[in-house]
């Protein structure tokens, strides 16, 4: 099965947006992303896509599913209205547990940051600095539960490095031979 997924976050004529340099997708260029799909693709429903997965009718050459993320105002009084005129059909996924607790999603809360800066590329370098810093905790291996002195009380021991469920084999770095 071959399909063509197209994924929207903001559709909305962002000149009279409240944030205009938001990276979402203009009007004008949503209008223009559905003809080109009209002109050279079959836009397809989700039940034709849950259809084709579970054995029944073939997806058609060149389908294409439209997806809206995230739950956005824009989807419902932008997209929706351009959809319908277009008589496509798109999937909508809001965030459940945001919209009945009235939260906002941390990514568009850094959307939003980046959207009211002037010049966000001295916060984008901070950011960039500080993960760079921190990422190295992410390569630590995970001690497991009921390992005697963990990872460090078994090295120089010449018995196998416990990970999970494998070995990882001690080499003498004098010899080069495994222990």
């Given amino acids: 099965m071959e399909l063509t997924v197209v994924m929207y976050h ?7 947006s409240r944030y205009p340099a938001i990276k979402g997708l203009r ?10 799909l009209r002109r050279n ?10 259809a084709a997965l579970v054995g029944g009718e073939k997806l058609p050459p060149r389908a294409a599913l439209l997806t809206f993320d ?16 277009f008589g496509f059909q798109g999937s909508f996924f ?11 999603l941390d990514v568009n809360r850094i959307h939003f940051i980046l959207a ?21 905790t992410h390569t630590h291996t995970q001690l497991q539960p009921g390992q005697p002195g ?9 018995q196998p ?3 999970g469920g494998g070995h990882l084999h001690q080499t003498n770095a004098a010899s080069g031979v495994a222990a």
């Fill in 10 to 16: 903001y559709v909305r004529d962002l000149d009279r």
């Fill in 27 to 36: 009007t004008s260029e949503f209008r223009e992303q559905l003809e080109h």
């Fill in 41 to 50: 693709y079959t836009v397809v429903r989700m039940e034709d896509v849950a």
């Fill in 70 to 85: 995230d739950g956005y105002i824009d989807h419902y009084i932008t997209a929706f209205p351009i959809l319908m005129e």
């Fill in 94 to 104: 809001p965030p459940a547990g945001p919209v009945v607790r009235g939260e906002l």
């Fill in 116 to 136: 009211s800066m002037r010049d966000p590329t001295t916060l984008i370098a901070t950011i960039d600095d500080f993960v760079r810093e921190h990422q190295h």
């Fill in 150 to 158: 963990g990872l460090l009380g078994q090295v120089g021991t010449g």
């Fill in 161 to 163: 490095l416990r990970l």
